[in-house]
């Protein structure tokens, strides 16, 4: 992923609070070609400098896991009840809803909160304001499901392997409308989406909603649980370290120094800005991904070098997975992203170009415009106190040996390293650029192209935690 600078869109918006408040950060300085203007004097209050971290969504976290002493109750309570068999990914959008990633929801959406999130990217609360939330969190039923349910009100949510993982209770049953969930969140209906047909093409067609009681807290057992914070405790990490500001990074991508660099950046203006401590929260999607991404496990082992050879200072950057699947939805996920690290504590979210997006599954082109996920997301109803940071692009620079801002008047001496082309060179065992990456993180790169084989290159497995 690189980054860009970007600015206000010129034009009013027909929004919910019917006018257009942008909530780019001010307070860089930038360039005079590409100088940066709050709209109004109110905007410009929109960043200041206080202790503490920001409120989640809705003022509280939400936390669906039974008590300790609570569960073996609620396991006899499921014996008796009608069972629904979960994928793997239901089982992480548990898991995202038992941790409060998505507060203020208190489980599987009902068709209220489906229908919100599909046509208004939001949801309104009790007290008549609005939460940002872009991508629906579901479960499907088939007809053999919804009619063993028959009139119960409640029923048990079970894993692959029959291990009961949560009851849904006060339930919700309601049509599955397929083609427009698809069509309202990816903004197209073409066929080759990833996770259309992963988790929706062969889906049921009816859905289940309600309020989840999660028996335990789920666990890998892949050797990553340890990275697995919930946003309780990078509250209490952040807290622990004296934070007076936090700012996220989320990649599904190895680090290269590009990415470095915008973040080494950021805590640098930051700190011009008056902060005194901000802390980076390094946040890589651990998910569901597509075949071709480079699996989560090989993912951490590249971070955890990237830590290890100083590109980043380990005593401000906290490291953490981020336990959602990836939808490749653009614009409309990456609101999901940034709402999600609201309720982490971040008060300020790096977007570059393209975010969430992916290749066209048909046409050879990008899926989105490159530059409409910050867009949207600079304006997106419930993100308005969430800070977007802007950035230039950052690309290899011949002159310096290293990865640096992209001046246009010498574009002759930067060098622009695609995702393609790095894959390109890790799986040839060639060396990119010095200074492109650092050498331990490199070297896990090319490690596990090594271990594929020559079928896995042309395209990979990504295995799905459960």
């Not at 989840?212 to 789920?218: G, H, K, S």
Request: aromatic share 8%.
């Amino acid at each position: 992923m690189s980054s860009t600078i970007f600015i206000q869109t010129p034009f009013q918006s027909k929004s919910l609070n019917k006018s257009l408040n942008t909530h780019f950060v001010p307070s860089f300085k930038l360039p005079v070609s590409l100088s940066f203007k709050p709209r109004t004097a109110a905007f410009s209050k929109r960043v200041h400098i206080r202790a503490g971290l920001i409120e989640p969504d809705g003022g509280k976290l939400v936390d669906l896991h039974v008590s300790e002493p609570e569960r073996e109750l609620k396991k006899r309570e499921a014996a008796s009840l009608p069972k629904v068999k979960l994928t793997p990914i239901d089982v992480q959008w548990v898991h995202v809803l038992s941790e409060g990633w998505a507060s203020p929801l208190t489980g599987f959406m009902r068709e209220s909160e489906f229908l919100q999130t599909l046509h208004f990217n939001s949801l309104r609360l009790d007290d008549g304001s609005f939460v940002n939330m872009s991508v629906p969190i579901v479960l499907a039923i088939d007809d053999l499901q919804k009619a063993s349910i028959g009139e119960s009100d409640r029923v048990a949510l079970l894993d692959s392997d029959d291990k009961l993982i949560a009851i849904l209770t006060d339930i919700e049953i309601y049509k599955h409308p397929k083609e427009e969930r698809i069509a309202r969140t990816w903004g197209t209906t073409v066929p080759g989406l990833p996770y259309v047909e992963e988790t929706i093409t062969n889906a049921g067609n009816w859905l289940i909603g309600g309020d989840l009681e999660v028996i335990a807290p789920i666990k890998y057992n892949d050797g990553l649980d340890r990275f697995r914070l919930s946003p309780v405790e990078l509250r209490k990490e952040f807290e622990r370290r004296n934070a007076d500001a936090v700012f996220a990074f989320q990649l599904r991508n190895p680090v290269h120094n590009g990415h470095a660099l915008l973040m080494t950046d950021t805590r640098r203006r930051l700190l011009e800005m008056g902060y005194k401590n901000p802390i980076l929260l390094l946040h890589p999607l651990g998910g569901y991904t597509k075949a071709d991404d480079v699996p989560l496990s090989w993912r951490m082992k590249q971070h955890e070098k990237v830590l290890e050879d100083g590109v980043l200072d380990p005593e401000t950057t906290v490291v953490s997975i981020f336990p959602s699947p990836m939808h490749y939805a653009g614009p409309t996920e990456v609101q999901w992203h940034a709402k999600a690290r609201i309720n982490a504590g971040a008060n300020f979210y790096i977007v570059g170009r393209d975010p969430a997006g992916m290749g066209h599954p048909v046409e050879k082109r990008d899926l989105y415009d490159a530059d409409h996920g910050k867009k949207v997301l600079s304006m997106a109803p419930g993100l308005e106190r969430l800070n977007i940071l802007p950035f230039r692009v950052a690309a290899y620079d011949k002159t310096q040996g290293k990865m640096a801002f992209f001046d246009p008047s010498r574009a002759q001496d930067f060098l622009f390293i695609s995702g393609t082309k790095m894959r390109t060179l890790a799986k040839n065992k060639e060396n990119p650029p010095a200074g492109f990456m650092c050498p331990g993180g490199w070297e896990v790169l090319v490690e596990y192209y090594a271990s594929l084989t020559p079928s896995d290159n042309d395209r990979i497995a990504q295995p799905v935690a459960a």
